[in-house]
Protein backbone atom coordinates (compact mmCIF):
# COMPACT_ATOMS: atom_id res chain seq x y z
CA UNK A 1 0.00 0.00 0.00
CA UNK A 2 1.62 3.50 -0.92
CA UNK A 3 0.51 6.31 1.50
CA UNK A 4 1.91 9.87 1.71
CA UNK A 5 3.56 8.13 4.96
CA UNK A 6 5.19 5.95 2.69
CA UNK A 7 6.42 7.99 0.42
CA UNK A 8 8.06 10.35 3.23
CA UNK A 9 9.66 7.41 4.29
CA UNK A 10 11.64 6.72 0.67
CA UNK A 11 12.40 10.73 0.90
CA UNK A 12 14.20 10.25 4.51
CA UNK A 13 16.10 7.03 2.98
CA UNK A 14 17.15 8.96 -0.44
CA UNK A 15 18.46 11.85 2.09
CA UNK A 16 20.38 9.76 4.56
CA UNK A 17 21.88 7.53 1.97
CA UNK A 18 23.41 10.14 0.12
CA UNK A 19 24.02 12.45 3.10
CA UNK A 20 26.56 9.16 3.83
CA UNK A 21 28.13 9.18 0.74
CA UNK A 22 28.55 13.19 1.22
CA UNK A 23 30.73 12.34 4.15
CA UNK A 24 32.32 9.14 2.99
CA UNK A 25 33.82 10.81 -0.41
CA UNK A 26 35.63 13.84 1.05
CA UNK A 27 36.10 11.99 4.77
CA UNK A 28 36.59 8.89 4.60
CA UNK A 29 40.53 8.89 3.27
CA UNK A 30 40.77 11.48 5.78
CA UNK A 31 39.70 9.66 8.62
CA UNK A 32 41.70 6.54 7.50
CA UNK A 33 44.84 9.47 7.13
CA UNK A 34 44.17 9.72 11.14
CA UNK A 35 44.12 6.20 12.22
CA UNK A 36 47.78 6.04 10.74
CA UNK A 37 47.18 4.45 6.96
CA UNK A 38 49.31 5.50 4.48
CA UNK A 39 48.88 6.07 0.78
CA UNK A 40 48.89 2.93 -0.62
CA UNK A 41 46.49 1.66 2.09
CA UNK A 42 44.55 4.04 1.74
CA UNK A 43 44.02 3.84 -1.66
CA UNK A 44 43.25 0.06 -1.05
CA UNK A 45 40.57 0.63 1.41
CA UNK A 46 38.65 2.90 -0.89
CA UNK A 47 39.04 0.87 -3.55
CA UNK A 48 36.83 -1.70 -1.28
CA UNK A 49 34.46 0.53 -1.41
CA UNK A 50 34.47 0.83 -5.03
CA UNK A 51 34.61 -2.98 -5.43
CA UNK A 52 31.82 -2.91 -3.43
CA UNK A 53 29.72 -1.51 -5.79
CA UNK A 54 30.21 -4.18 -8.44
CA UNK A 55 29.64 -6.99 -6.29
CA UNK A 56 27.01 -6.48 -3.84
CA UNK A 57 24.04 -5.18 -6.01
CA UNK A 58 23.62 -8.00 -8.50
CA UNK A 59 24.35 -10.77 -5.21
CA UNK A 60 21.82 -8.87 -2.97
CA UNK A 61 19.11 -8.77 -6.02
CA UNK A 62 19.18 -12.27 -7.10
CA UNK A 63 18.84 -13.05 -4.01
CA UNK A 64 15.77 -10.92 -2.90
CA UNK A 65 13.69 -12.21 -6.08
CA UNK A 66 14.27 -15.63 -5.28
CA UNK A 67 13.70 -15.36 -1.15
CA UNK A 68 10.79 -13.02 -2.77
CA UNK A 69 11.53 -10.88 0.61
CA UNK A 70 9.87 -6.75 0.28
CA UNK A 71 12.46 -4.09 0.02
CA UNK A 72 11.93 -2.47 2.88
CA UNK A 73 12.29 -5.48 5.29
CA UNK A 74 15.22 -6.27 3.13
CA UNK A 75 16.51 -2.17 3.50
CA UNK A 76 16.18 -2.07 7.20
CA UNK A 77 17.99 -5.61 7.79
CA UNK A 78 21.02 -4.33 5.64
CA UNK A 79 21.39 -0.86 6.93
CA UNK A 80 21.22 -2.18 10.72
CA UNK A 81 24.23 -4.62 9.88
CA UNK A 82 25.60 -1.84 8.36
CA UNK A 83 25.66 0.82 10.87
CA UNK A 84 27.37 -2.31 12.87
CA UNK A 85 30.53 -2.55 10.52
CA UNK A 86 30.92 1.29 10.94
CA UNK A 87 30.75 0.79 14.73
CA UNK A 88 33.26 -1.54 14.67
CA UNK A 89 35.92 0.60 12.52
CA UNK A 90 37.09 2.06 15.33
CA UNK A 91 38.20 -1.35 17.54
CA UNK A 92 39.39 -3.02 14.11
CA UNK A 93 41.55 -0.63 12.62
CA UNK A 94 45.05 -2.21 14.50
CA UNK A 95 44.12 -5.08 12.51
CA UNK A 96 44.67 -4.01 8.67
CA UNK A 97 43.15 -7.39 7.36
CA UNK A 98 40.16 -7.35 10.18
CA UNK A 99 39.96 -3.89 8.95
CA UNK A 100 39.51 -4.36 5.22
CA UNK A 101 36.94 -7.13 5.91
CA UNK A 102 34.88 -4.86 8.00
CA UNK A 103 34.98 -2.08 5.20
CA UNK A 104 34.09 -4.11 2.05
CA UNK A 105 31.35 -6.12 4.31
CA UNK A 106 30.11 -2.25 5.12
CA UNK A 107 30.55 -1.30 1.26
CA UNK A 108 28.72 -4.31 0.36
CA UNK A 109 25.67 -3.82 2.63
CA UNK A 110 25.16 -0.13 2.10
CA UNK A 111 25.65 -0.35 -1.84
CA UNK A 112 23.07 -2.99 -2.15
CA UNK A 113 20.50 -0.85 -0.95
CA UNK A 114 20.03 2.14 -3.40
CA UNK A 115 18.95 0.33 -6.61
CA UNK A 116 16.10 -1.62 -4.27
CA UNK A 117 14.85 1.69 -3.16
CA UNK A 118 15.48 3.14 -6.91
CA UNK A 119 13.34 0.11 -8.46
CA UNK A 120 10.26 0.50 -5.99
CA UNK A 121 10.44 4.66 -6.59
CA UNK A 122 10.18 3.94 -10.42
CA UNK A 123 7.62 1.51 -9.83
CA UNK A 124 5.61 4.13 -7.54
CA UNK A 125 6.08 6.32 -10.48
CA UNK A 126 4.71 4.28 -13.05
CA UNK A 127 1.68 3.57 -11.34
CA UNK A 128 1.41 7.41 -11.27
CA UNK A 129 1.57 8.13 -7.28
CA UNK A 130 4.48 9.68 -7.03
CA UNK A 131 7.15 11.40 -9.36
CA UNK A 132 10.47 9.67 -9.06
CA UNK A 133 12.26 12.93 -9.88
CA UNK A 134 11.06 14.54 -6.54
CA UNK A 135 11.76 11.30 -4.51
CA UNK A 136 15.25 11.37 -5.48
CA UNK A 137 16.05 15.10 -5.40
CA UNK A 138 16.21 14.62 -1.58
CA UNK A 139 19.31 12.56 -1.90
CA UNK A 140 20.96 15.32 -3.71
CA UNK A 141 19.93 17.73 -1.30
CA UNK A 142 20.86 15.58 1.29
CA UNK A 143 24.50 15.17 -0.41
CA UNK A 144 25.16 18.71 -1.10
CA UNK A 145 24.07 19.62 2.81
CA UNK A 146 26.69 17.25 4.14
CA UNK A 147 29.43 17.87 1.58
CA UNK A 148 29.14 21.98 2.71
CA UNK A 149 28.80 21.15 6.50
CA UNK A 150 30.95 18.43 6.88
CA UNK A 151 34.33 20.22 6.82
CA UNK A 152 33.28 23.03 9.11
CA UNK A 153 31.62 20.16 11.26
CA UNK A 154 34.77 18.26 11.47
CA UNK A 155 37.32 21.46 12.28
CA UNK A 156 35.39 21.71 15.27
CA UNK A 157 34.88 17.61 16.44
CA UNK A 158 37.77 15.29 15.90
CA UNK A 159 37.60 13.32 12.81
CA UNK A 160 37.41 10.56 14.99
CA UNK A 161 33.95 11.26 15.32
CA UNK A 162 33.11 10.40 11.62
CA UNK A 163 31.90 6.47 11.98
CA UNK A 164 29.45 7.29 14.40
CA UNK A 165 28.01 10.01 12.14
CA UNK A 166 27.74 7.04 9.62
CA UNK A 167 26.33 4.97 12.25
CA UNK A 168 23.60 7.66 12.60
CA UNK A 169 22.69 8.24 9.32
CA UNK A 170 22.95 3.75 8.65
CA UNK A 171 20.44 4.20 11.22
CA UNK A 172 18.13 6.31 10.11
CA UNK A 173 17.96 4.15 6.53
CA UNK A 174 16.86 1.40 8.58
CA UNK A 175 13.80 3.31 10.08
CA UNK A 176 12.96 4.56 6.65
CA UNK A 177 12.92 1.36 5.42
CA UNK A 178 10.52 -0.10 8.34
CA UNK A 179 8.16 2.50 6.36
CA UNK A 180 8.45 1.16 2.71
CA UNK A 181 5.71 0.48 0.97
CA UNK A 182 4.50 -2.61 -0.48
CA UNK A 183 3.01 -2.66 -4.16
CA UNK A 184 3.30 -6.80 -4.81
CA UNK A 185 3.37 -9.11 -2.14
CA UNK A 186 5.87 -12.25 -1.78
CA UNK A 187 3.59 -14.52 -2.99
CA UNK A 188 2.98 -12.71 -5.80
CA UNK A 189 5.96 -12.76 -7.30
CA UNK A 190 6.74 -15.39 -10.28
CA UNK A 191 9.49 -17.55 -8.76
CA UNK A 192 13.23 -16.59 -10.75
CA UNK A 193 14.42 -19.10 -13.68
CA UNK A 194 17.46 -20.85 -14.21
CA UNK A 195 17.69 -19.14 -17.64
CA UNK A 196 19.32 -15.66 -19.03
CA UNK A 197 16.44 -13.41 -17.41
CA UNK A 198 17.68 -10.20 -19.66
CA UNK A 199 16.45 -9.29 -23.03
CA UNK A 200 19.15 -8.12 -25.20
CA UNK A 201 18.05 -4.27 -25.11
CA UNK A 202 18.45 -4.30 -21.49
CA UNK A 203 22.09 -5.84 -21.60
CA UNK A 204 22.58 -2.97 -24.04
CA UNK A 205 21.56 -0.73 -21.74
CA UNK A 206 24.03 -2.34 -19.73
CA UNK A 207 26.40 -1.87 -21.84
CA UNK A 208 25.73 2.22 -22.58
CA UNK A 209 25.64 2.80 -18.78
CA UNK A 210 29.26 1.49 -17.80
CA UNK A 211 30.64 3.45 -21.57
CA UNK A 212 28.55 6.88 -19.79
CA UNK A 213 30.04 5.89 -16.12
CA UNK A 214 33.42 5.14 -17.75
CA UNK A 215 33.05 9.18 -19.46
CA UNK A 216 32.91 10.45 -16.23
CA UNK A 217 36.35 9.08 -14.83
CA UNK A 218 38.37 12.00 -15.55
CA UNK A 219 36.17 14.18 -13.47
CA UNK A 220 34.99 12.01 -10.76
CA UNK A 221 38.72 11.16 -10.02
CA UNK A 222 40.35 14.95 -11.16
CA UNK A 223 38.26 17.47 -11.27
CA UNK A 224 39.12 18.65 -8.05
CA UNK A 225 43.25 18.37 -8.73
CA UNK A 226 42.54 19.88 -12.65
CA UNK A 227 40.82 23.31 -10.86
CA UNK A 228 43.26 23.14 -8.05
CA UNK A 229 46.31 22.84 -11.01
CA UNK A 230 44.81 25.67 -12.69
CA UNK A 231 45.04 27.86 -9.84
CA UNK A 232 41.39 28.06 -7.99
CA UNK A 233 41.23 28.06 -4.16
CA UNK A 234 39.24 25.16 -2.12
CA UNK A 235 36.34 27.10 -2.14
CA UNK A 236 36.35 27.27 -5.66
CA UNK A 237 36.80 23.76 -6.69
CA UNK A 238 33.23 23.34 -3.52
CA UNK A 239 31.40 25.92 -5.64
CA UNK A 240 31.58 24.02 -8.73
CA UNK A 241 30.98 20.48 -7.59
CA UNK A 242 27.69 22.10 -5.71
CA UNK A 243 26.89 23.96 -9.15
CA UNK A 244 26.63 20.57 -10.63
CA UNK A 245 24.62 19.03 -7.83
CA UNK A 246 21.76 22.24 -8.45
CA UNK A 247 21.70 21.72 -11.76
CA UNK A 248 20.62 17.85 -10.74
CA UNK A 249 18.41 19.03 -8.84
CA UNK A 250 16.63 21.06 -10.52
CA UNK A 251 16.14 18.50 -13.44
CA UNK A 252 14.82 16.01 -11.29
CA UNK A 253 12.59 18.18 -9.81
CA UNK A 254 10.97 19.51 -12.75
CA UNK A 255 11.87 17.40 -15.31
CA UNK A 256 12.44 13.79 -14.19
CA UNK A 257 8.25 12.77 -14.99
CA UNK A 258 8.48 14.10 -18.37
CA UNK A 259 11.63 12.29 -19.54
CA UNK A 260 10.22 8.77 -18.17
CA UNK A 261 7.80 9.69 -21.13
CA UNK A 262 10.18 9.84 -24.08
CA UNK A 263 11.88 7.82 -25.84
CA UNK A 264 15.10 5.63 -24.44
CA UNK A 265 16.81 6.14 -27.73
CA UNK A 266 16.73 9.48 -28.34
CA UNK A 267 17.44 10.96 -24.33
CA UNK A 268 20.23 8.28 -24.29
CA UNK A 269 21.67 9.51 -27.10
CA UNK A 270 21.35 13.50 -26.47
CA UNK A 271 23.08 12.86 -22.52
CA UNK A 272 25.58 11.17 -24.62
CA UNK A 273 26.23 13.94 -26.48
CA UNK A 274 26.18 16.70 -23.89
CA UNK A 275 28.47 14.26 -22.09
CA UNK A 276 31.08 14.50 -24.85
CA UNK A 277 30.45 18.37 -25.36
CA UNK A 278 31.31 18.54 -21.51
CA UNK A 279 33.97 16.49 -21.41
CA UNK A 280 35.61 18.18 -24.33
CA UNK A 281 35.41 21.25 -22.99
CA UNK A 282 36.84 21.04 -19.91
CA UNK A 283 39.91 19.81 -21.53
CA UNK A 284 39.81 23.23 -23.81
CA UNK A 285 39.49 25.74 -21.03
CA UNK A 286 39.42 26.17 -17.45
CA UNK A 287 37.91 29.54 -17.67
CA UNK A 288 35.86 29.83 -14.53
CA UNK A 289 32.80 31.23 -16.35
CA UNK A 290 32.76 28.38 -18.98
CA UNK A 291 33.27 25.74 -16.53
CA UNK A 292 29.97 27.24 -14.48
CA UNK A 293 28.44 26.73 -18.41
CA UNK A 294 29.77 23.21 -18.49
CA UNK A 295 28.78 22.14 -14.98
CA UNK A 296 25.55 22.86 -15.92
CA UNK A 297 25.46 19.98 -18.05
CA UNK A 298 25.59 17.50 -15.06
CA UNK A 299 21.81 17.56 -14.96
CA UNK A 300 22.11 15.81 -18.52
CA UNK A 301 25.18 13.67 -18.39
CA UNK A 302 24.47 12.31 -15.16
CA UNK A 303 20.97 12.86 -13.75
CA UNK A 304 19.05 12.50 -17.15
CA UNK A 305 20.37 9.41 -17.84
CA UNK A 306 19.90 8.39 -14.91
CA UNK A 307 16.15 9.01 -14.68
CA UNK A 308 15.62 6.95 -18.38
CA UNK A 309 18.10 4.88 -17.29
CA UNK A 310 16.23 3.18 -14.21
CA UNK A 311 12.90 4.12 -15.89
CA UNK A 312 13.82 0.87 -18.66
CA UNK A 313 15.60 -1.28 -16.59
CA UNK A 314 12.26 -1.63 -15.07
CA UNK A 315 10.14 -1.77 -18.08
CA UNK A 316 12.72 -3.94 -20.05
CA UNK A 317 13.39 -6.86 -17.03
CA UNK A 318 10.86 -9.47 -16.35
CA UNK A 319 8.54 -9.02 -13.15
CA UNK A 320 10.75 -11.39 -11.31
CA UNK A 321 13.86 -9.60 -12.15
CA UNK A 322 13.64 -6.50 -11.24
CA UNK A 323 15.45 -5.99 -8.49
CA UNK A 324 18.49 -8.01 -10.42
CA UNK A 325 18.21 -5.96 -13.09
CA UNK A 326 18.51 -2.65 -11.02
CA UNK A 327 21.30 -4.10 -9.53
CA UNK A 328 23.52 -5.12 -12.50
CA UNK A 329 22.67 -1.51 -13.97
CA UNK A 330 24.11 -0.23 -10.73
CA UNK A 331 27.48 -2.65 -10.47
CA UNK A 332 27.99 -1.88 -13.94
CA UNK A 333 27.72 1.47 -14.41
CA UNK A 334 28.17 2.90 -10.91
CA UNK A 335 30.45 0.12 -10.05
CA UNK A 336 32.70 -1.21 -13.03
CA UNK A 337 32.36 1.82 -15.17
CA UNK A 338 33.29 4.51 -12.87
CA UNK A 339 35.85 2.32 -11.29
CA UNK A 340 38.08 1.31 -14.74
CA UNK A 341 37.16 5.05 -15.97
CA UNK A 342 38.97 6.78 -12.66
CA UNK A 343 42.04 3.81 -12.87
CA UNK A 344 42.39 4.68 -16.60
CA UNK A 345 42.44 8.31 -16.40
CA UNK A 346 44.63 8.52 -13.85
CA UNK A 347 46.76 7.14 -15.97
CA UNK A 348 46.43 9.30 -18.60
CA UNK A 349 46.59 12.00 -16.70
CA UNK A 350 49.94 10.76 -15.31
CA UNK A 351 51.28 10.79 -19.32
CA UNK A 352 49.59 13.67 -20.77
CA UNK A 353 48.04 15.59 -18.27
CA UNK A 354 44.52 16.71 -17.45
CA UNK A 355 43.02 17.90 -20.87
CA UNK A 356 44.22 14.78 -22.51
CA UNK A 357 41.78 12.96 -19.87
CA UNK A 358 38.97 14.69 -21.07
CA UNK A 359 39.38 14.38 -24.44
CA UNK A 360 39.55 10.72 -24.15
CA UNK A 361 36.35 10.55 -22.26
CA UNK A 362 34.54 12.38 -24.44
CA UNK A 363 35.77 10.06 -27.27
CA UNK A 364 34.28 7.80 -25.02
CA UNK A 365 30.86 9.10 -24.79
CA UNK A 366 30.51 9.99 -28.73
CA UNK A 367 31.48 6.15 -29.46
CA UNK A 368 29.04 5.37 -26.76
CA UNK A 369 25.92 7.13 -28.98
CA UNK A 370 26.85 4.40 -31.52
CA UNK A 371 25.97 1.75 -29.50
CA UNK A 372 22.61 4.04 -28.16
CA UNK A 373 21.32 3.58 -32.05
CA UNK A 374 20.35 0.37 -31.20
CA UNK A 375 18.38 0.92 -27.83
CA UNK A 376 14.38 0.77 -28.16
CA UNK A 377 12.68 3.64 -29.95
Not at 326 to 337: C, E, H, I, M, N
Amino acid sequence: MVSPSSLQHIRVFYAAYFAAMGLILPFFPVYLASLGYDIARIGVMTGLLAAAKVIAPPCSGYWLDKKQMPEGRFIVLASCFAAICVGLFNVSSESPLVFSCVVLLFGMLWAAVLPLTDGLSIHVSEIALADYGRLRVWGSIGFVLTSLLGGMLFDVLAIAWFPWFLVFLMLVMALSGRGFPTLVSASDRPQIGASNPFPKALLLLFTVSFLIQLSHGAYYGFFSLYLLDAGYQGWQVGSFWVLGVIAEIVLLWRWAKPIQGMSLQSVVQMCLFLAALRWFGMGLSDVWWWLCLLQILHAASFAAFHVIAVTWVKRLSPPHTHAAAQGWYSATGFGLGSTVGIMGCGMIVQWYGFSMAFYACAVIALGAMLLAWKLPK
